[in-house]
């Protein structure tokens, strides 16, 4: 463990049963153990459903999003993630296909890794090479987090003042950025 003590953003995405339950029971899940991990929970948005992308790759999603502290390092956050996901028999045989459970580590304070030239590379793909390829390192911030109001709109609710490390805006900006018809797709959940 490391000393130092960060705010980790954490986004989540399930649109198939699990071990652990529905979609919603499956986060929920990954939220416990997350917060047992961390030195504490800073808050927890509500869960949203959103039209799976691309469109047509299946079910509706289930999204929400979590902010901590954590004295975990970015790579020993994800090793724990993928844990997590391996828990609710996660596949990774398809790119942006169904999943029981997905967990991506949006931010850790304001990191920039593994270096800016690598971020931006993997922020200017286009939509097709994104589908193609996948990292073999850990990328943060997320490189596509500015574009996807399933990430920032629950992100919105536990960390809106968090400023992005390279493109310098919040969260609440970037959300509010987006189209209206990307941010009216992301509909909350009612408990």
């Known amino acids: 463990m490391d000393d130092k003590c960060s705010l980790a953003l954490i986004a989540f995405g399930s649109n198939e049963n699990s071990n652990l339950g529905d979609p919603r029971e499956t986060i929920q899940k990954a939220m416990k153990n997350i917060a047992d991990m961390s030195v504490s929970v800073k808050k927890v948005s509500q869960s949203f459903t959103t039209p799976a ?4 790759a299946g079910p509706d999603y289930v999204n929400a999003a ?3 502290k ?4 970015a790579t020993k956050l994800l090793s724990k993630f993928h844990e997590i996901e391996a828990l609710a028999m996660r596949k990774r045989d398809q790119r942006w296909g169904q999943r029981t459970l997905d967990i991506d580590l949006i931010a850790l304070d304001s990191q920039v890794l593994p270096d800016l030239s690598t971020y931006q ?8 090479t ?8 850990l990328i943060l911030p997320h490189p596509r987090v500015q574009d996807r109001a ?5 992100l919105c609710e536990v960390a809106p003042d968090w400023t992005h490390p390279v493109l310098g805006r919040t969260v609440r900006e970037m959300r509010d950025a987006l189209p209206a018809s990307d941010l009216a797709a992301v509909v909350p959940i009612p408990d």
């Open 70 to 73: 954590t004295n975990l390092s």
């Open 66 to 68: 979590m902010a901590v």
């Open 130 to 137: 994104q589908q193609e390829r996948a990292p073999r390192e």
């Open 53 to 56: 992308f691309p469109v047509g």
């Open 121 to 128: 590379e993997w922020r200017n793909l286009d939509v097709q």
């Open 150 to 154: 399933f990430v920032l709109v629950p």
